[in-house]
């Protein structure tokens, strides 16, 4: 039976999009209820605030699903895991100078990270996505597909198969954390099977 991991960044300080290019964004590919991307997106590419991002291996932008990871760290997945899984772009700062260590990621795959403690759910208005949030306990219901080794849990969370951690080398991963997480039979938050999300 495949286990799966969460990995998530500890720190504190997400990215912030520049102003302008994040109302840009919303008109055009950002969901301007939710923030999550819309479809596919050809040429990710993304403009920050911050010119030094905080030195966490993963991490999330505000206002969006995007996650933002350290290059050096997210090309150990290896080249056919990264193009399987991941839509990767380039991160620019606010003077429009290239971030080459950072690149801004979106997960060709998708999941809801469960959890037990003030869950909360609601559906966007504008296209109608799932919006989760819930704390304690965390979980994944129900199973992924056996097939999919790599989700995007939002915000700069990934879950991961079992399999697949060892290259990682997650111990050289600044500011993340890695715990297991079950599958259950049973979801522990009253809600129901959310799988339409995957
Ligand atoms: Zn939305």
Same mark, same amino acid.
């Not at 969460?6 to 720190?11: E, H, Q, S, W």
């Not at 911050?50 to 206002?63: F, M, V």
């Not at 704390?135 to 080794?149: F, I």
């Given at each position: 039976?495949?286990?799966?991991?969460?990995?998530?960044?500890?720190?504190?300080?997400?990215?912030?999009?520049?102003?302008?290019?994040?109302? %840009?964004?919303? #008109?055009?590919?950002? &969901? *301007?209820? =939710? $923030?999550?991307?819309?479809?596919?997106?050809? @040429?990710?590419?993304? +403009?920050?605030?911050?010119?030094?991002?905080?030195?966490?291996?993963?991490?999330?932008?505000?206002?969006?699903?995007?996650?933002?990871?350290?290059?050096?760290?997210?090309?150990?997945?290896?080249?056919?895991?990264?193009?399987?899984?991941?839509?990767?772009?380039?991160?620019?700062?606010?003077?429009?100078?290239?971030?080459?260590?950072?690149?801004?990621?979106?997960?060709?795959?998708?999941?809801?990270?469960?959890?037990? %403690?003030?869950? #909360?759910?609601?559906? &966007? *208005?504008? =296209? $109608?996505?799932?919006?989760?949030?819930?704390? @304690?306990?965390?979980? +994944?219901?129900?199973?992924?597909?056996?097939?999919?080794?790599?989700?995007?849990?939002?915000?700069?969370?990934?879950?991961?198969?079992?399999?697949?951690?060892?290259?990682?080398?997650?111990?050289?991963?600044?500011?993340?954390?890695?715990?297991?997480?079950?599958?259950?039979?049973?979801?522990?938050?009253?809600?129901?099977?959310?799988?339409?999300?995957?």
């Amino acid at each position: 039976m495949r286990e799966y991991y969460l990995l998530y960044p500890t720190t504190m300080n997400p990215c912030t999009l520049e102003r302008r290019f994040y109302e %840009e964004a919303r #008109k055009a590919w950002l &969901c *301007p209820g =939710c $923030g999550s991307p819309r479809c596919h997106i050809q @040429g990710l590419e993304v +403009l920050i605030q911050e010119d030094k991002p905080d030195n966490a291996a993963l991490n999330g932008i505000t206002g969006t699903s995007l996650g933002l990871a350290k290059k050096n760290c997210i090309t150990r997945f290896g080249d056919k895991i990264l193009s399987k899984y991941f839509e990767l772009g380039k991160v620019y700062g606010p003077n429009g100078v290239m971030l080459e260590e950072w690149v801004v990621f979106v997960g060709k795959h998708q999941v809801i990270v469960r959890g037990t %403690e003030h869950v #909360k759910l609601r559906q &966007c *208005p504008a =296209c $109608g996505r799932n919006i989760y949030f819930g704390v @304690g306990q965390r979980y +994944l219901y129900p199973a992924p597909p056996q097939d999919v080794l790599v989700m995007d849990g939002s915000n700069g969370l990934l879950v991961v198969a079992d399999e697949l951690l060892p290259p990682l080398e997650l111990c050289t991963w600044p500011k993340v954390k890695c715990v297991k997480l079950p599958v259950l039979d049973v979801p522990l938050d009253g809600l129901v099977d959310l799988k339409s999300v995957y």
